[in-house]
């Protein structure tokens, strides 16, 4: 079993205009950053870097269609681009600054950049720096997605989670959607059908509710996300507790990106919408009911892991469990439980995605 963090990361870091209580507001916020935005791609010699006058730590970038101000991520973007140490680069005077990027602009082997603007009331912001070739899928068709598929408000099926299996008023306190001028993030449950489980924890029936998370960039900040999985409960600060199965798809924002999108995650979300209860309870059975002896496990382990790792992974199950790895959910139970011992979450998301791969193999 697991503990996943990562709904838990955006609570306690999002500010208070960046959590949303319903889908129906997320949405009108996504959409609106869509309206006000124009992007484009122009020559790097034509994208000039000018100092701010009377402010000697602020820049404006010159391009084709006027003056913007970058965004932070922006101006970490151009010299992502120009490969400058942005930290580095925010300590410089803004002439010395825009010298900087200017020349080194104008020697890039890529021609051309891409760019993100967005006409707010009090000026244009300059949003994103990208290659030519970056896909933008838009926060605005994502979060429309899910609440074609998932419906919005109290009676849908899945929904923002409860505290402790118990549904209790969502407020911007203890929201799992959030979304602003970077990325979005949604978390939503299904805690009303929940799968009932024999043996469980040592032997004791218990259940598991569906879950799932959903995180994109329209700017380039991080790739389009989608992971799936089982789970206890989630307690007030949006941890999600005793996780199974966690299956993660992802889609780096590429010149395909938004074909991608519509030809393989838009049928995903519709199939897990109406996915039978019935087959997934049964995939879990199945797993617990698929016996394995020792030799098995140790060559599906092996397979995937190194020999101190597959030896970790049978101790944490036996600690666990308080017996040792008999069918393949014991396996997957072992891998999640060994991947709460990693302090860094791209390591333990790994570990329980390559569980979650054995769950779909071996069942």
């Known amino acids: 079993m697991a503990t996943l963090t990562q709904a838990h990361q955006q609570w306690a870091t999002r500010p208070d205009d960046e959590r949303f209580v319903s889908l129906e507001d997320m949405a009108a916020f996504t959409a609106r950053q869509r309206r006000i935005s124009d992007m484009g791609t122009t020559p790097n010699k034509q994208l000039r870097v000018a100092p701010v006058e009377d402010d000697p730590n602020a820049i404006a970038v010159e391009m084709d269609n006027g003056v913007t101000a970058p965004s932070n991520w922006a101006f970490t973007q151009m010299c992502q681009l120009v490969g400058a140490p942005a930290s580095y680069m925010r300590t410089l005077p803004s002439d010395l600054v825009s010298d900087c990027l200017n020349q080194s602009m104008a020697n890039r082997k890529v021609e051309q950049v891409g760019w993100l603007t967005r006409n707010e009331i009090e000026g244009p912001s300059l949003s994103a720096v990208t290659g030519p070739t970056y896909g933008r899928i838009w926060n605005a068709d994502v979060v429309d997605a899910v609440m074609k598929y998932f419906g919005t408000g109290s009676s849908a099926q899945f929904t923002i989670p409860g505290e402790f299996g118990k549904q209790v008023p969502i407020t911007k306190q203890n929201t799992t959607l959030y979304a602003g001028d970077r990325d979005m993030f949604i978390f939503l449950a299904d805690e009303k059908n ?67 999108w519509v030809s393989e995650i838009m049928p995903a979300l519709e199939s897990m919408q109406t996915a039978s209860m019935f087959n997934i309870e049964n995939a879990v059975k199945n797993a617990q009911a698929r016996r394995l002896d020792e030799d098995q496990v140790e060559k599906i382990l092996v397979k995937r892991f190194t020999k101190n790792q597959a030896k970790a992974i049978k101790l944490a199950h036996f600690n666990d469990e308080d017996k040792p790895i008999e069918s393949t959910w014991d396996l997957v139970t072992g891998i999640t439980a060994y991947a709460r011992g990693y302090k860094h979450q791209d390591q333990r998301v790994q570990l329980e995605r390559e569980a979650g791969k054995i769950l779909a193999t071996y069942n």
């Open 194 to 260: 929940r799968i009932e489980m024999p043996n469980r924890r040592n032997g004791q029936v218990g259940s598991l509710a569906r879950g799932f998370f959903i995180q994109n960039s329209e700017v380039g900040s991080s790739t389009l996300k989608i992971g799936t999985f089982l789970f206890d409960y989630v307690c007030s600060n949006r941890m999600v507790w005793g996780a199974e199965g966690f299956k993660e798809v992802s889609i780096r924002h590429s010149l395909n990106a938004p074909n991608r």
